[in-house]
């Protein structure tokens, strides 16, 4: 579902062409071993039953997912993949593994054994990935518990064990000595179970060959948001272009918006657009007399903020983008402007911006 163009504060356009080139590019960085695509959060905002076909006509057959209701929706677009939810049991939704063909993640004890006895209920080796800690204290069977679990061998098991993986707190950053130590755990825990394909490398740890293992499984570089700290992203697969609504001139010393936090410097001119916080657009993004915004272009000139991002709306100066008039389009994300740049002004990071991207917007997808 989307809104017509007439009826929107603004265009979100979602290139599916350079989401697979992502996807094929990351693929290649592999060697050979095969690469799933993580698609949770609605494919990082850009819309899972779209995303999801895309990266499997690219080749993608295996996929993560958050929600056991965001495997249901894809399911639903990729009738043939594999897919995996990364956050486990959901309780009374059992059965729904089974009649969707959708396989948990098993992050504790507790997963484990309530899984187990499922199987034993319905009478069948369901598929699953068992995940083990290996630093990032989150989710995750420790050394103690995988090696319980490994004793009586994966064919004791009343579930298959389908998947061993782990999950990085810091490949992003290379330097980080805990990279280094939660590949050679990982390693370690493998030997505990033969046989059994593994998984450890997410977007930053594809580059690295001892994180690849048996399926590398990239999420944020797939949809051109920077995933390694010193590596520009891939090809940038969004834009969110907004229609002009008004253009008016302000006073050196006026200020604008609320809290009166950005003061003209000189005689400007303010454009304003319909977006706002409530579209995604986060409220720090904006600009203040002590800080500068997130860069927007008009008339192909970069401009800044006047004043806070609000709910519904932002004031632009649009002082030296020549003639600008009600109607002409601003660019937030696009044409040189990445969502890290964003996330920077905003003091967050392009994993937030992509998945809070709103809901009032007319999505056009192209490629």
Known sequence: MTIPPNEAGAVLTIDLGALAANYRAIAAMGAGVPTAA????????LGIEKAGPALAAAGCSTFFVAHLSEAKRLRAA??????????????????????????PVLGSRGDVE???????????????????DTGMNRLGLDLAEAALLAEPGAAALAFEPALLMSHFACADDPAHPLTARQIDRFQQIRGLFPGIPGSLANSAGCMLPAARHDLMRPGV?????????DRDPLAPVMTLEAPIIQVRGVRAGDTVGYGASWTAARASRIAVVSVGYADGYLRQAGSTDRKT?????????????????????IAI??????????????????????????????????YEILTSLGRRYHRRYTG
Do not use: W
């Open 114 to 132: 309530i899984f187990a006895a499922h199987c034993e209920t319905v009478g069948r080796r369901l598929p699953a990935a068992v995940h083990v």
């Open 78 to 103: 990729v009738p043939s993949a594999t897919i995996y939810v990364l956050n486990g049991l959901f309780g009374a939704a059992l059965d729904t593994y089974f009649a969707h063909n959708i396989r």
């Open 317 to 350: 100066d649009v002082t030296e983008a020549g003639a600008v008039a009600a109607g002409d389009t601003a660019t937030l994300i696009g044409d040189g402007i990445g969502v890290d740049d964003v996330a920077e002004a905003a003091g967050t990071i392009g």
């Open 38 to 45: 993580v698609v949770k959060a609605d494919a990082y905002g």
């Open 293 to 313: 915004g997130a860069p927007m272009r008009v008339n192909g000139v970069l401009c800044q903020p006047a004043g806070r991002v609000s709910m519904d709306l």
């Open 221 to 229: 570089a797939l949809y051109g948001a920077r995933f390694v700290a």
